[in-house]
T-cell receptor
């Protein structure tokens, strides 16, 4: 099993749709979880951290399921500007921050 | 500076030449990472520096790749005898620390786009 796995997509959704991404991980000792957004030919930028109890930031909701070892990102009311690649990242203590390969989202008018 | 700075932003080199890529992390960040990203691909971990600990070099693809971090700040990634398959964007990231654990998110530089011709 790969350390971090994501569905590569692409996910093509209409404006206003709700879309969800999952990211599974193999290291049960993982402690820090993040979702990053990467626009074409740009560096990744933090979208949100993922907390044990789940957290929300506007239209974005992140959840962690330790038992099943996955994190999720839910985007409500998709905007054209949400089109990007979404990468999950995680680390265990002082181990390297490992990234998934990313899920590409295209929001269509 | 306010963010992670990388130089050069673009580098074109001939096959067989050596290249050096530089990363200036955010001041005070103890953790520094190098990643490689080929076109349309994910982030490939290369090497990780954490404080004064020995670096985690487990991601370096061959012995042509090496990196150092001087004084716990600036890092240089060196690729010797470059090959065409080394062409990629090389991204540096740094993370802050709270207590004994590295807990903050990673901040990325804008990357160095390396093209080996």
């Amino acid at each position: 099993r790969k350390e971090v796995e994501q569905d590569p997509g692409p996910f093509n959704v209409p404006e206003g749709a709700t879309v969800a991404f999952n990211c599974t991980y193999s290291n049960s000792a993982s402690q820090s979880f993040f979702w990053y957004r990467q626009d074409c030919r740009k560096e990744p930028k933090l979208l949100m951290s993922v907390y044990s109890s789940g957290n929300e930031d506007g239209r974005f909701t992140a959840q962690l399921n330790r038992a099943s070892q996955y994190i999720s990102l839910l985007i409500r009311d998709s905007k054209l500007s949400d089109s990007a690649t979404y990468l999950c990242a995680l680390s265990a203590g002082n181990t390297p921050l490992v990234f998934g390969k990313g899920t590409r989202l295209s929001v269509i008018a | 500076g306010a963010g992670v700075s990388q130089s050069p932003s673009n580098k074109v080199t001939e096959k067989g030449k050596d290249v050096e890529l530089r990363c200036d992390p955010i001041s005070g960040h103890t953790a520094l990472y190098w990643y490689r990203q080929s076109l349309g691909q994910g982030l490939e971990f290369l090497i990780y520096f954490q404080g004064n600990s020995a670096p985690d070099k487990s991601g370096l693809p061959s012995d042509r790749f090496s990196a150092e971090r001087t004084g716990g700040s600036v890092s240089t990634l060196t690729i010797q005898r470059t090959q065409q398959e080394d062409s990629a964007v090389y991204l540096c990231a740094s993370r802050g620390r709270q207590g004994p654990r590295v807990v903050t998110e990673a901040f990325f530089g804008q990357g160095t786009r390396l093209t080996v011709v």
